[in-house]
């Protein structure tokens, strides 16, 4: 016996209502996990230098095997010594992409903060633009970031990153849509994790 038109709407309501429950659910499950792990403790942040390619110290190599596993489809790395090392240290092996790597303080690299004069210093702190050391500036390692970010979320597929600091300040504010002049604000310590979930945009979770 065929139902009524009121049953019928009834039916085509309850079934839309199914579907699209089921359409939330798949995007729910298909939300891409980006995790990015600052690299240990090394030397030239013990002592606040500008740091070159220099590797972690014994008590940054403890942390870093002290602390938990990550799992993910693919693995990706900054080219430094550093952050190598970290991931070997956290049994992970992987591609090294060279825009995960640290900002480059040019002439100041291997100096101490303090060593620069306090005009370019309050420059450096304060204008994401500023190049004076003849390396990069913070804009330049958000814009090679973004990209970065951009490649990963095309790509879909759950990625751990070990990276630096400045990076991973990077992805915050690429992230968050956040302003360039908030890039000194973020405080990111040596091997911590920092989790990025892809939904169409970035959103930050909290682990």
Not at 57 to 79: D, F, H, M
Not at 154 to 178: F, Y
């Amino acid at each position: 016996m065929r139902g009524t038109p009121r049953d019928e709407s009834e039916g085509r309501a309850i079934g839309d209502a199914a579907h699209g429950t089921a359409r939330r659910l798949r995007t729910v499950q298909n939300v891409l996990r980006l995790d990015l792990v600052s690299h240990g403790m090394t030397e030239a942040m013990r002592r606040a230098r500008f740091p070159v390619d220099e590797p972690l110290t014994e008590a940054g190599r403890r942390a870093v095997s002290a602390c938990g596993r990550l799992n993910a489809a693919r693995v990706i790395t900054a080219p430094e010594r550093r952050t190598v090392e970290t991931a070997a240290l956290m049994g992970l092996m992987g591609d090294e992409d060279d825009r995960l790597r640290d900002l480059d303080a040019g002439a100041w690299r291997g100096g101490e903060l303090l060593s620069v004069p306090k005009e370019d210093l309050y420059l450096w702190l304060t204008d994401p633009g500023y190049r004076g050391h003849g390396g990069e500036a913070v804009v330049d390692v958000i814009e090679r970031t973004g990209e970065w970010l951009a490649d990963i979320a095309l790509d879909g597929e759950p990625t751990i990153a070990i990276t630096h600091p400045a990076v991973i300040r990077s992805a915050l504010l690429v992230a968050l849509d956040a302003p360039a002049k908030s890039f000194w604000r973020i405080d990111v310590p040596p091997v911590s994790v920092t989790r990025l979930n892809y939904r169409g945009e970035w959103t930050l979770h909290f682990r």
